[in-house]
């Protein structure tokens, strides 16, 4: 058997992965961080698989905790609202905050990635075992079990931490030990990438904003990269007529595009060959419980609750995570078996709400953003944020640009909204009882 049973090992190298080896290292932890994959830092990126991350708040406090907040945002682009691409017509640009100062962050995933992966490889105290595929976990003794290329080995944990994602091989050994229920909820949709090249060495379109072509039932985003790239992604149904599986030829490729997204081939060169050899994603929303089982072993991020990424905040919830089972360890004086019950009981209702809210969202984004209804509604809330400055705070706001909590965002949104709604009432009333008045006058 190899490691030591005093390590912590954390399962999965990726974004929740990495961090968590950083602030658990801090800690004065020995931490053993296993990866299925290879070391990213020295191989090509899948294709077809980025998603661009929208870094906000959430995930900017807990890079800050770790000292890497400036080095991530060296390379990051700053996005002060959507811009909505119509069928017809010019772009129309809506702020995310009544302000206009206030931005989302287009970062890649991969460069992230391998800056947390740098960070924690450099702490004393964090080994890194790539190429190591768990196969097996006994919950009762924190045994794991993992393929490699040298064939299977064994080791030991005092507390194993599944970061692996929305498919965590440890939730699927704790599910195969009867000690988690599960529920996946998939999306009649996928995604699928696509790629606006730069044009004359420049972004080809404002890299300020989140560009989105809401269509009704599907839509495309895009964000800007770096190199004056701009990675898109096609949300769209996966059955049926306008969907993934209707589109076969390069010519009823290119006539789609034409028709519905008529901006876009004349930006995008590589388009046809984008759509025909990049694969297409599935969505969907995991819910797990419990997240820990005995104080040994226990799921974080996208493993415990994973959601759809219609509000940017998959990671920023990953990384708000490993702040708070942090947290949770300074409480319970590093024990865990103290410290992961109370984590689970502080973040489930916030992952209940940020998961409903990401569907909400998608549906907004779709649907909603291109309509004259929603650029009224959305006047009306800057205007009351204007206002009411710290009384009123849009949802978007107090998700993207604060650390409130995700279940009391939704509480303080539907107070806010019942509030507005009786203001309104009075002031129809009144207006309506002045109406009245006049009309008798005159009679």
Not at 306 to 330: H, K, S, T
Not at 368 to 373: A, D, I, L, T, Y
Request: charged content about 20%; overall charge neutral; hydrophobic content about 40%.
């Amino acid at each position: 058997m190899t490691g030591e049973r005093d390590e912590i090992a954390v399962v999965g190298a990726g974004l929740a992965g990495c961090l968590l080896a950083c602030f658990l290292a801090r800690r004065g932890h020995q931490v053993a961080l296993y990866e299925r994959r290879p070391d990213p830092r020295s191989g090509t990126p899948e294709r077809g698989r980025s998603i661009n991350l929208a870094l906000s708040e959430r995930g900017l406090d807990a890079l800050r905790r770790i000292g890497l907040a400036e080095q991530v945002m060296a390379d990051a682009l700053p996005m002060r609202g959507r811009m909505i691409h119509p069928v017809a017509g010019a772009p129309g640009f809506q702020s995310y905050s009544v302000s206009g100062d206030r931005a989302i962050n287009s970062i890649s995933r991969g460069a992230l990635n391998n800056a947390l992966l740098e960070a924690a490889a450099k702490l004393p105290g964090v080994r890194i075992a790539f190429e190591h595929r768990l196969v097996g976990l006994d919950p009762a003794t924190a045994t794991m079990t993992f393929e490699t290329p040298g064939g299977t080995v064994t080791a030991g944990a005092r507390v194993v931490l599944g970061t692996d994602g929305a498919g965590s091989a440890v939730r699927g050994q704790l599910l195969a030990h009867d000690l988690v229920t599960e529920s996946v909820d998939f999306l009649d949709y996928g995604y699928k990438e696509l790629t606006i090249p730069p044009l004359g060495g420049d972004f080809a379109l404002d890299p300020g904003a989140l560009h989105i072509w809401p269509r009704g039932t599907s839509m495309m985003i895009a964000l800007p990269n770096p190199d004056r790239s701009f990675t898109c992604t096609l949300f769209w149904p996966t059955h049926g007529t306008a969907s993934f599986a209707s589109l076969g030829s390069a010519a009823a490729i290119e006539r789609h595009f034409a028709q519905h997204y008529p901006d876009l081939p004349p930006i995008a060169p590589n388009l046809v060959d984008d759509y025909q050899h990049n694969p297409v994603g599935v969505l969907g929303t995991v819910r797990c419980d419990p997240w820990q089982v005995d104080g040994r072993v226990a799921l974080l991020g996208d493993a415990a609750h994973a959601i759809v990424p219609f509000y940017g905040q998959g990671a920023n919830c990953a990384f708000e995570d490993v702040v708070e089972l942090d947290r949770c360890l300074d409480e319970c004086a590093g024990d865990w078996s103290a410290a992961l019950p109370l984590f689970q009981r502080r973040r489930q209702d916030n992952a209940e709400a940020i998961a409903r809210m990401a569907l909400a969202n998608f549906v907004e984004m779709r649907d909603k953003v291109g309509s004259p209804v929603f650029r009224t509604r959305k006047r009306v809330e800057h205007a009351l944020e204007r206002a009411l400055p710290g009384r009123y705070v849009s949802q978007y706001e107090l998700v993207s640009f604060s650390t409130v909590p995700y279940a009391q965002v939704r509480r303080r949104v539907r107070q806010q909204y019942q509030v507005v709604g009786l203001a309104a009432a009075g002031l129809a009333a009144v207006v309506g009882a002045a109406v009245a008045l006049g009309l008798r006058r005159r009679g």
